[in-house]
């Protein structure tokens, strides 16, 4: 019966939703706590052991004018009640049928009393109390199914779900989209926020509503984190750039403990005209938060009594996120990083080639460093797995850095399991004029959320004219729209093709960028380098060029950042168009420039700053000494030079090897401590780095190792295994380090993947000197498994012995005496 | 305490000769850490009750360890507490894991330093005036597990964004949770009992890792 009337209620929701003011309830902990339930208890179970109090609850709200009520299932998910007596189901189903009493207590007090009234019930979702993967453990599938549990048990039972108090952008996400795939019900979503008006995993309430949009949720907003007052900034925020119907649910102010038990400090009468104050700048539902009562509900109505419901409308932007922050295209110029493609970059294949990753982090932190905003990435090389590789690289990207990506593939499969898996609102490269593509590519920007990047190529192959160019991006544009997406999520490249051979063609180019901004008012982006194939001198066309297009109006120029002068270019432009106001960016960037134009060369500052300071800090310049003082920035030429006159190998025997020796005995002794000893281990390794790639090119040997690390399950401590895998790679071992907290099949697959010639455990803590045991037995069933060795300080000979591990050492340097007597790649005797 | 001479005194420091260029990169790495870092706390106070032997809170809590009886032997409420730097601070490591090993290990003692700072402050700028020292789930007899428990006392996802992995170490990483008894004699911390007394690198250098030498007791 309950049924067919949740189908109805969905639709009249969807209607009423940014058309009237929505109001939801209060809190239900604090109420539970005034109850008699502990601090630290399962409000959950409440629903079966309390049922009575529950639906006294609802029915409070209801009665205190809330329209909107949410299931007491904050928690109610595998993980938070892994310990509770009841199921997932259990819980889910008791507190849907509480809502659901309290509703028809409601609709009778109300027919009692010639009221008309109708009531919403919306299951409410709560974060799974762990983080998600990479920061935490928990993978980001494994949160999706969770969710996904819990929407089953509702999808027909409920009028809709209120998603609440989430901090990581990339498990709500996750929650929305278990929403949508399981269930048509209509989807708020909150996130909380701190006093720095930041989530408490340091996402913006601007990046926070580009995700959200993105996903295609009905309404968002933000609940608990502080009083109203503090949230006045936060609801600022989204409401300047939200353009879906934004929930507002402070808490009671701040919790204050007396004697074990918590009040909370803002009055009902101050909650309430704030309250006031979100409506009349446009928000389209509220309710409360942890302290609110029905109390709390009742004054805001009365407050609310005379304040029309006027809800904000902005218009749409073009905006990408990443976990943390967002970018705005067409405001100022975005720079879109190239350098994460490997078309004509022969290191690069290389690297994606052989999976080491490590290279293609680097060149994102260079970029990133460099000033870049957006990173294109593409690692589409012939004979890997490009959608397996391309999540796991954007997996550790996201780990490391903050900017918005661009995915860039021509396979739409590896599209959508890119999006699918981005933490924020990706740049999507891209569709084109062809149908095919569109087809395969607008859903998926529909589902994940995405700005796509339209290229004006067609079945015909680019078109010289502009018009045709942009008659191109119009249709696209439109195609788009019938996918339900604005133009505000497309941006148009008009395509830049090669000078030396189509000369008129880059008029054309800039032509097209000028009409798609202008008459189209789509924002656009271009491939600068390309203009410059067969020419000699390329950067002064590409430099020129670049001036050219920002001024036809190119919002997002993808280029080397590296190039200071290129960049430099942009900071100028952004004087010249008055974007960079008081050019304030532009003095603090260029104050210290020098000018290079007379000597006619391009010189890279970066450099001439590091060789002045090395040349002036260091005297003996000799290999055994740069390794004691730890300059990893020089030593490479130093050993360069070295090569002129000495074979690899002696150097290493020679000097290398010795000068480790002395530096290992210096902390034993406690002449050094531990930076000084890791300094200089690392100066060691970038020498080993390039006499390595020397004995490799001259085919005499493949390289020590690969070395397998990782410091057990439940462990984080890991400087230990650091300082052990520095100390390795200084004696030139390739090491693969697997990080801390691994599970056993981390390392199991790892080492079926790397086939390492000695895979090094470490544990700290009791408790994981059990799952190092584990692991080891795991590792003993995979037929020819090399040698484990152990350590940590928990450890002995004995423990060690005891748990099935070949080896032991007590520190970092036992490692390698033990590492050099099991592995001789590359065997000195052969010199 | 002067965070700098604990980050010194994480990294082993007894004492060597720093060059001016290594003084500053450690200068710098403290000072990266305390701009990225965002210290939040949590805590409440409870007062113990004893009957039987048995320890009780009015919170869902079990204090019932020999190492916590004897910690809470005379104290007459306990203070529970959770402190975190953040999940910033965790990307930064991540990023130094990368590109930089030394910056790694300076930056990763001086956010140990900080969050033991951020406790110390705590109890501080709270109203009492004797404690014992802080204690740890993980020390001594006292399982891990009863992380949980705090984390759903002090609804630390909530407060500061600090949850459990599943197995039950905190995210951020640079977390701390703490139980210290509050008034009657202060209790002081001791190795014994300690699970790594024999190889720990702390003792093997003569100090120990809750203590810089200067401040150890001879
Ligand atoms: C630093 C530290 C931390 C840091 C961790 C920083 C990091 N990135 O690792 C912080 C402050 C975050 C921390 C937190 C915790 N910690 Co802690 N921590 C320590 C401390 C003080 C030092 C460990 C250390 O780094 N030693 C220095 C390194 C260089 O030595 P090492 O690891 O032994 O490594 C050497 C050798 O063993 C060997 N080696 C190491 N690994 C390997 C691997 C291989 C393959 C080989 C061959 C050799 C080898 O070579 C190394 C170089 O010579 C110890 C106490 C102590 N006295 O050691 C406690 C300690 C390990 N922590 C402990 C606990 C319980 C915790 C917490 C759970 C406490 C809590 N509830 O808050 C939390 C968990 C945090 C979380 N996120 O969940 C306990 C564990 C007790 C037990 N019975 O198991 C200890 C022992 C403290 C104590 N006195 O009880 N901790």
Known sequence: ??????????????????????????????????????????????????????????????????????????????????????????????????????????????????????????????????LLAPIGTLSFEDAYDAFAEQVDLVKDSVDGVLIET??????????????????????????????????????????????????????????????????????????????????????????????????????????????????????????????????YIRACLQELRDTPFVPRV??????????????????????????LNPTGKKKLKEALANHRLDEVFSEAIAQEKAGAHVLDVNVGVPGIDEAQTMTEVIRGLQEIIRLPLQIDSSDPEVLERACRVYNGKPLINSVNGKQSVMEAVFPIARRYGGVVIALTIDENGVPDSADARVAIAERIIKTAASYGIDKSDIIVDCLVLTASAQQEGALQTLEAVRRVREALGVHTILGVSNISFGL????????????MAL?????????????????????????????????????????????????????????TVNDTSSGASSHDESIGALVRSGRKDIIARAVERELDDSQPLSIINELLIPALREVGDLYEKGTIFLPQLISAAEAAKTAFGVLNERIVSEGKSEGKGPVLLATVEGDIHDIGKNIVKVVLESYGFAVVDLGKDVPTNKVVSAALQYRPKLIGLSALMTTTVTSMKKTIEALKD???????????????????????????AKDAMETVAIAESLISGRSREQE | MDIKNETLHYLGYTGQSLTDEEDRRIDEAIAEVIEVARPMTVHRVFPLSREEKRLSVPAELDLNYSSLHELLADAGDVLILAATLGLELDRRLRYYARIDASRLVIMDAAASALVERVCDKLQEALPFDSYTFRFSPGYGDVPLLLQKQIVRVLETQKR?????????????QKSITGIVGIGGASKKRSCMGCALFENCEFRK???VCYATKEQMPE
């Open chain 1, 314 to 339: 902005n218009a749409s932007q073009t905006r990408v996120c990443g976990p943390t922050d967002c970018v705005r295209i067409g405001d100022r110029t975005v720079v879109c990083g190239e350098r």
């Open chain 1, 536 to 547: 000699p001198n390329r950067p002064l066309i590409n430099k020129t060029f670049l001036g």
């Open chain 1, 1 to 130: 019966m309950l049924r067919n009337e949740g189908t109805n209620a969905r639709i009249i929701l969807r209607e009423k939703l940014g058309k009237e003011l929505l109001v939801f309830d209060g809190a239900m902990g604090s109420q539970l706590h005034a109850r008699g339930s502990l601090p630290g208890e399962l409000p959950e179970e409440c629903n079966i052991d309390h049922t009575d109090w529950i639906v006294d609850i609802h029915a409070n709200y209801l009665e205190s004018g809330a329209s909107c009520i949410l299931t007491n299932t904050l928690g109610s998910n595998r993980f938070h009640l892994e310990d509770s007596k009841y199921s997932v189901r259990e819980v889910i189903d008791a507190a849907v049928y509480n809502g659901r009493a309290a509703i028809e207590r409601e609709r009778s007090r109300c027919e009692r009393e010639g009221i008309d009234k109708e009531c919403f019930l919306f299951f409410n979702i709560g974060p799974l109390g762990q």
């Open chain 1, 551 to 607: 001024y036809a109006g190119l919002d997002v120029p993808i280029i080397n950042p590296l190039d200071r002068e290129l960049m430099g270019v942009i900071d100028a432009f952004e004087v010249l168009s008055a974007k960079d106001r008081d050019s304030t960016d532009y003095v603090r960037r260029h104050a210290g420039d020098i000018n290079t134009a007379v000597q006619g060369s391009y010189i890279d500052t970066n450099r």
């Open chain 1, 166 to 295: 989430m901090s990581d952008p990339y498990e709500i996400k996750a929650a929305v989209l278990a929403v949508k795939e399981h269930s048509d019900l209509p989807v708020l979503a909150c996130m909380t926020y701190d006093a720095n008006g930041r989530t408490l995993t340091g996402t913006t309430p601007e990046a926070a509503v580009t995700l959200l949009e993105g996903l295609g949720v009905d309404g968002l907003g933000v609940n608990c984190s502080l009083g109203p007052k503090e949230l006045v900034p936060v609801v600022e925020k989204i409401l300047a750039v939200a353009c879906k119907p934004v929930i507002v649910e402070p808490n009671a102010g701040l919790p204050v403990y007396t004697d074990g038990k918590t009040s909370y400090n803002v009055t009902v009468e101050e909650f309430a005209t704030y309250i006031r104050g979100f409506v009349e700048s446009g928000i389209s539902a509220f309710g409360g938060c942890c302290g609110t009562t029905p109390e």
């Open chain 1, 782 to 808: 995979i037929p020819d498994i090399c040698p484990v060795i152990v350590g940590g300080a928990v450890l002995t000979g004995d423990i060690a012995r005891g748990i099935g591990a070949d080896f032991y």
């Open chain 2, 205 to 207: 250098r003569g100090t």
């Open chain 2, 160 to 172: 500061i964004g600090m949850t459990l992995t599943r197995s039950l170490l905190m995210v951020p």
